[in-house]
């Protein structure tokens, strides 16, 4: 990009974020966003994206935008000002799944839309669509041409552009759709048009070609980066809910690009035209309007076609093989999976940087991406410190503190709730469960289970605690009404799926050990052996570990009530049966009926106590209501905490200006 274009990307508001940045125009747009600023992140489905190798995993994120929970949580978490949407499905022949291309272009959209503007931080959202929403009606149609769908893909990108046009003009947010033309340029997939034949020129032939009369309107990727830029630098109400060409206005035929091709990398022969058969959505004109981009962004192509193939050809010859190759349909890089831990930290000061360091070595050795969310659940001592320092030095590191102690399970969902990671891996800051346990949990998911629990088959402490723990388990699975494994806490594992269901759970009185059975999928458990405290002393006691007892059974079990009615109907059986009896020793030998108070003192004193026992198991119940049914907040964020900033938190959730 020229020196113009690079000034108004220092005038973006960030942070920024480029979706769908392993794509072909995503990920230039994100490069020569990146060459300028750091606070611009690259966010693919999955990682690695080939595209975006040697980026700093820092920048990376992979969020799959068809999961609302992992969009908003992507959104909470990232909260960013300035979004370019480059995600698209089913603009390749192979790309034919009509739900899977509704779903992403349509759905998934209007759900990031719908949340990034709730954040109330949203500066600028430049959408990515396409000159297919013209369907046949393509010979340089203006942006209010009607517009005639001819394809699936044709329909949700319609569908889209319809979308960004009510709620910019109805709804007032700052949205705008580019319907890009033929884009070409370094790292396009090999199989489209414009690399096959600068390839196959480099190596001194051409490649198939279809139909010469068949025209396009092909812009070069760097000018349409450019487009993009200005868009989001130059927001304003005139621009909201619009829809611009991108295109040069040139119609290029097969038989000109071929022309071109020959001159442009001086080829010997002429080329051969109708090698390859004409595809359903080739039309003989296809040629933008631009005037519009040029009056509201001031934006007008500036490559012409025969300069944008030889720039495309040096870079293909500096890149090598490595990158020209990349096929959208054939990357076979092995898929590298994201896990975010997730640390409740209470009176943990100095497991903090422990936990760090082994969570780090464990990550890197197993080549995953990550990120380490550490939960300060209101603790007295140093914790908020200690992960602020971590955190500006590693920014791997995302701290979270809370407004007072809400316990663990809420400490879990802080984190879960702006995790963006493909997994979540939750522990206990104490060090109790070992960070190196998460090596075998992972080879356990990619194996293909949806979560993986640490099942302790020992712990280091007293016999007698542990043979209670033990007989807790047993109880609570014995008496709840889902399949609870035995021995197993919270530690796990458990995939963005699984997290997304957990999350759709409402109650505040969380016990996740019983959720995390509830929502079932497929799971497994490792066996490992539970250490001591590393520092200090365990804040539970005889009553707490009484209080976690009650959580679990009255959230997953009805058995107590059962119990109840069951011993109700035998005492009266039974009251009945000894009325019966008493009467008929009246009747027939009076002289040994019961006499005195001492047995009616025992069973009033008997049925009284019985009473005041059903009583106090169904307040329990009625508690668990009141609690659930006032609604109150289930936790309160007072910080953020990101590379050494710790930022205050509004109601609303924003940071305060």
């Known amino acids: 990009m020229t020196h113009e274009p690079d000034a108004w990307i220092d005038t973006l508001k960030g942070p920024i974020a480029v979706l769908g940045a392993g794509g072909f125009v995503g990920c230039n747009l994100f490069r020569q966003i990146l060459a300028r600023r750091r606070d611009v992140f690259a966010v693919v489905r999955n990682l690695p994206a080939p595209r975006l190798r040697e980026i700093d995993p820092a920048h ?65 959202f430049v959408h990515a669509g396409s000159s297919s929403e013209y369907g046949s009606n393509s010979a340089a149609p203006s942006e209010d041409a009607e ?183 054939g990357i076979t890089a092995p ?28 990550f890197q050795k197993i080549d995953v991406d990550y990120e380490i969310i550490f939960v300060d659940d209101a603790s007295p001592d140093g914790c908020g410190e200690r992960i602020r320092a971590l955190s500006a030095a590693d920014p791997h590191v995302l701290g979270i503190t809370h407004s007072r102690n809400f316990g663990s399970q809420m400490a879990f969902r802080s984190g879960m709730e702006l995790a963006t990671a493909q997994a979540c891996v939750l522990l206990d800051g104490d060090l109790q469960d070992p960070p190196e346990l998460i090596e075998q949990f992972h080879a356990a998911w990619v194996a293909g289970h949806d979560v993986v629990y640490g099942r302790r088959i020992q712990r280091e402490m007293p016999v007698l605690w542990g043979l209670l723990y033990k007989a807790f388990y047993r109880v609570f699975a014995a008496f709840s009404y889902i399949r609870i494994p035995h021995d ?66 009255f959230s997953f079990s009805n058995t107590p009530l059962k119990m109840l009615t069951a011993g109700g109907v035998v005492l009266l059986g039974l009251a009945a049966l000894l009325g019966f009896v008493l009467i008929a020793l009246r009747l027939a030998v009076p002289d040994i009926a019961p006499r005195g108070a001492t047995t009616v003192l025992l069973m009033i004193l008997f049925f009284g106590a ?44 924003r940071t305060r200006p």
Not at 506 to 520: H, I, K, N, Q, S
Not at 524 to 549: C, H, I, Q
Not at 612 to 631: D, W
Not at 635 to 643: D, E, K, V, W
């Open 60 to 124: 990376l994120i992979e969020v799959d935008f068809n999961d609302r929970a992992a969009s908003r949580n992507f959104v909470e978490a990232i909260r960013p000002a300035t979004v370019f949407d480059c995600i698209a499905y089913g603009a390749y022949s192979f790309e034919s799944d009509a739900d899977l291309i509704y779903a992403t272009n349509f759905t998934a959209l209007v759900g990031l839309v719908e949340a990034l503007a709730g954040t109330g931080t949203l500066a600028a």
């Open 147 to 329: 517009l005639v769908p001819n394809s699936p893909y044709a329909v949700s990108k319609a569908a889209a552009a319809h979308f960004l046009t009510y709620v910019g003009k109805t709804r007032r947010w700052p949205v705008v759709n580019l319907r890009l033309y033929s884009v070409y340029g370094p790292y396009e997939d090999a199989a489209r048009l414009v690399p096959a034949l600068v390839s196959r020129a480099l190596a001194g032939g051409y490649p198939d070609f279809v139909n010469p009369t068949i025209a396009r309107d092909f812009v070069y990727v760097e000018d349409v980066c450019e487009a993009f830029v200005r868009a989001a630098a130059k927001m304003s109400l005139d621009l909201y809910g619009e829809s611009l060409n991108i295109g040069t206005g040139i119609e290029t035929t097969i038989r000109d690009l071929a022309v071109l091709g020959q001159r442009v990398f001086s080829l010997p022969s002429p080329p051969v035209f109708g090698a390859m058969p004409e595809r359903s959505w080739d039309l003989t004109r296809w040629q933008a309007n631009p005037d519009k981009a040029e009056r509201l962004i001031g934006w007008r192509a500036r490559t012409n076609v025969a300069d944008g193939l030889a720039r495309t050809g040096d870079w293909m010859t500096r890149a090598g093989a490595g990158l020209s190759n990349l096929t959208k349909s």
């Open 335 to 362: 898929r590298r999976r994201s896990i975010a831990a997730i640390i409740a930290c209470y009176k943990d000061e100095e497991a903090v940087p422990v936990m760090h360091a082994r969570l780090t070595a464990v």
């Open 488 to 553: 197993a806490g919270d530690f796990s594992l458990m995939d963005r799926r699984v997290v997304g269901w957990l999350l759709a759970c409402p109650e505040r009185d969380l016990f996740m050990r019983g959720l995390r059975a509830y929502v079932g999928f497929r799971q497994t458990g490792v066996d490992y052996v539970r250490p001591k405290r590393m520092f200090g002393t365990s804040t539970n006691n005889l009553l707490s570990n009484l209080e976690w007892a009650k959580r679990g059974i």
């Open 610 to 653: 019985l009473n005041l026992f059903g009583l106090g198991l169904i307040g329990e119940y009625v508690a668990k209501i009141m609690e659930e049914v006032k609604a109150r907040p289930r936790l309160i964020r007072s910080a953020l905490i990101r590379n050494g900033v710790a930022s205050d938190l509004l109601p609303d959730g």
